[in-house]
């Protein structure tokens, strides 16, 4: 206890250093001014009289570099609202019934050369599925549900356009905002890209006016969310007074996989039906109906490692089917490449004490190589509030909870998501934060840190400030289920029960 009051209190000095040496110097300021007489005054009013021309160009400069930095200055981005899909409660699935799918999956694939129900196979499909994080109300797409499953194009888009489009409606419901008002629209999807585009698609649904600059991403994998609010907010910078919706899903029929190879079944224990629209404005008078305010983006790619760029990678098995794989290094590439990228985001959020003490043993590490290993990890909660993780999966989250130092309450919201919905990819992040406001704990001045991981292998971030006490939307996805959480899983069994914690809620 006294450490932790020790850290808080040098915190709080180093943090507000400029204050407290800024108040004596007042004071004495104060005291010099008490003491000037009416002669001085008059001494001071002739001085600048006879420096008239100082005194203007003086002026003058400072009103031009006023001017000049009002008008160079990037304007705010503001997060109006934003909408996370629900699926209805037919596409429900237990782990039991997911179970059930990839049977029926793998039975109805009639090319293959080894039984169904092979029991290795199964099992290693179970166990996964038992201790990957998910609880028994995700969401399949319609077309893995039906027998026998359709693995179609028409079933794949037809999964999409459900789920972007229900997002948008409510969004669209939820900010009043008349769709032909969007001058920007990204739109993000990973494995299932048609032509015509997704971005297409919506401004066919929506009926979108014919200038708007639309964007379609791909097979930028589960990190392609916060890329896509980095472009839309680049765009925001150069239109201005506008609009720029940002859509991000994920398709499940695209991406399901019917072999044999177990590096790529991980993937059919991990991702569910999901997706997320997001409204985005820089119009000033946005400011005040908006939720939070684009703080930073920052971006890291490790591509150029060859172990980061193959971690995640599509491709064939050994038979044919094409499939995700999945990397047992994909913990270790991920553990780098946050490093990486909090090794630029950190000079940008952290108080000045923590930047002080990494400093202080990033060079005591270079200078006594043998008896530092380590350097040290700053305390992200003192300038971040709330973490909204990637729900990659359990391992993830075990990995980034642990190398962020956070409490398990940081990362509430992350395996509440994952238990809840899944991996549902780029959109998960949104589940995360909607899971915050439904708990009541987004406060004006709050920050909000958006984490996200993918394939590439990629790490980007979003820091988000909260304009008011954030509210849960209407039609939240955690309307109906939010008491119920946070539950806890017991990692040391195979079954899929869970015991509701006492949590913070």
């Known amino acids: ?67 000049l930095y009002i008008v160079t200055r990037p304007k705010p981005v503001y997060l109006v609202d934003y909408s996370c899909y629900l699926p209805p409660p037919h596409l429900k699935v237990s782990v039991s019934k997911a179970m059930d799918i990839f049977y029926q999956i793998r039975k109805a694939d009639t090319s293959r050369n080894v039984a169904c129900d092979d029991p290795s196979s199964l099992d290693f499909l179970r166990k996964i599925q038992e201790r990957s994080g ?66 297409a698609m919506v401004v ?15 097979g930028m994998g589960c990190s392609a969310g916060v890329i896509a609010i ?29 072999g044999e190879n177990r590096s790529m079944m991980v993937s059919n224990c991990l991702f569910r039906v999901g997706g997320a629209a997001i409204l985005l404005s820089n119009k000033l008078g946005d400011r005040r109906r908006s939720k939070y305010k684009l703080c930073h983006t920052v971006r890291t790619h490790t591509g150029a490692d060859d172990k980061s760029f193959r971690c995640v990678q599509q491709g064939d ?29 950190g000079p940008l959020i952290l108080p000045l004490s ?58 509430e919201a992350s395996r509440s998501t994952l238990h809840r919905f899944g991996n549902t990819s780029s959109s998960s992040i949104w589940y995360e934060l909607a899971y915050i406001e439904a708990k009541g704990r987004m406060k004006k001045g709050n920050r ?17 400030v909260a304009l008011c006490n954030v509210k849960a939307s209407a039609n939240s996805p955690w309307e109906d289920c939010i008491d119920r959480y946070p539950v806890q899983i017991d990692s040391d069994s195979s079954k899929s029960e869970t015991h509701v914690k006492n949590g913070r809620s």
């Open 1 to 67: 206890m006294t450490s932790v009051n020790a850290k808080l209190l040098y915190h709080y000095v180093l943090t507000n250093f400029f204050n407290l040496c800024l108040f004596p110097l007042t004071a004495l300021l104060a005291g010099k001014a008490s003491k000037l007489t009416a002669n001085d005054l008059y001494h001071f009013y002739s001085h600048l009289q006879h420096n008239l021309i100082t005194v203007i160009l003086l002026f003058a400069f400072t009103a031009f570099g006023l001017v």
């Open 134 to 199: 998910l609880g028994d109300e995700t969401y399949s797409p319609q077309g893995l549900i039906n027998v026998p499953p359709q693995k179609t194009f028409a079933a794949s888009r037809e999964e999409t356009e459900q789920v972007i489009i229900g997002a948008l409606e409510k969004l669209f419901e939820n900010t009043k905002v008349n769709p032909r008002e969007i001058g920007i629209l990204v739109v993000n999807s990973s494995m299932f890209n048609p032509t015509p585009s997704l971005s």
């Open 204 to 218: 066919n649904t929506f009926k979108l006016r014919s200038n708007i600059k639309s964007f379609s991403l791909g």
């Open 230 to 258: 980095d472009l839309a907010k680049d765009l925001l910078h150069v239109h201005k007074n506008t609009y720029a919706l940002v859509v991000s899903t994920e398709n499940i029929t695209q991406g399901i996989y019917a």
């Open 317 to 345: 098995d050994e038979g044919g089917k094409i499939g995700v794989c999945l990397s047992k290094d994909i913990t270790v590439v991920a553990g780098t490449a946050l490093k990486k990228n909090i090794a630029t985001l």
């Open 354 to 411: 923590e930047k002080f003490l990494f400093l202080v043993t990033f060079i005591a590490k270079k200078l006594l190589k043998d008896k530092i290993k380590h350097c040290y990890v700053p305390d992200f909660k003192l300038a971040i509030d709330h973490f909204c993780i990637h729900a990659g999966g359990r391992a993830v989250i075990d990995v980034l909870e642990k190398s962020l130092g956070l409490s398990p309450i940081d990362v």
């Open 448 to 464: 909000a840190w958006q984490i996200a991981l993918g394939s590439g292998f990629k790490c980007n971030s979003a820091v988000w």
